[in-house]
């Protein structure tokens, strides 16, 4: 869909190394958010910006941290891969941060560490 | 603790039939409660949402009814249409959108 990319789709790492995953916006929408997607807990947050250099924590931190040096991007890092962090992974963006009318997602990026 | 709670892991109702997914909540201080629908290899896609000041919206096919005293909501669709087979989350929020474990609906022929 239109205006919010997620890379890369799949990516397949080892333990212990560092990844990095992108969300790029073309909506100049302020609010940015990650999320983890997984088997019997739904959509959990890990990391949210409201402006650029500005981030704080979700309710699944450890383990990540997150960079927007500009508008369009918000990475998502994990410092070293772990195998609880396979996972598929969400970008959302929301113009006013507002919940009422909801956030747009991006298509996910599946990540496997093994 | 789950603040968000759907108890249904799946769903499957006849095409043209009414289909209800139910949410839980504990949290009182949730002021916007949302739907989400996904399909498979896609993000989630906003459905449609209500505000804690009131008890019913309707969008088309799709309506949510809230009940605060019993800290629940639903979501019908009317008539359940071969395309609505997905997994809906419902979703809370008082800042930052919680969302729940979702339900798997299959709409059968």
């Known amino acids: 869909d239109a205006g919010i990319t997620q890379s890369p789709r799949h990516k397949v790492t080892e333990t212990g190394t560092p990844v990095t995953l992108r969300c790029h916006q073309t909506e100049n929408h302020r609010y940015m958010y990650w999320y983890r997607q997984d088997p019997g807990h739904g959509l959990r947050l890990i990391h949210y910006?409201?402006?650029?250099?500005?981030?704080d924590k979700g309710e699944v931190s450890d383990g990540y941290s997150v960079s927007r040096s500009k508008t369009e991007d918000f990475l998502l890092t994990l410092e070293s891969a772990t195998s609880s962090q396979t996972s598929v992974y969400f970008c959302a963006i929301s113009e006013s941060g507002r919940p009422n009318y909801g956030y747009t997602f991006g298509s996910g990026t599946r990540l496997t560490v093994v | 603790d789950q603040q968000v709670k759907q108890n249904s892991p799946s769903l499957s109702v006849q095409e043209g039939r009414i289909s209800i997914l139910n949410c839980d909540y504990t949290?009182?201080?949730?002021?916007?409660f949302l739907w989400y629908k996904k399909y498979p290899a896609e993000g989630p896609t906003f459905l449609i949402s209500?505000?804690?000041?009131?008890d019913k919206n309707e969008d088309g096919r799709f309506t949510v009814f809230l009940n605060k005293s019993a800290k629940h909501l639903s979501l019908h669709i009317v008539p359940s249409q071969p395309g609505d087979s997905a997994v809906y989350f419902c979703?809370?929020?008082?800042?930052?959108?919680?969302f729940g474990k979702g339900t798997r609906l299959h709409i059968l022929p």
């Open positions: 209500i505000s804690s000041i009131k």
């Open positions: 910006s409201y402006g650029v250099k500005d981030t």
């Open positions: 979703a809370a929020s008082d800042d930052k959108i919680i």
């Open positions: 949290n009182s201080m949730f002021d916007y």
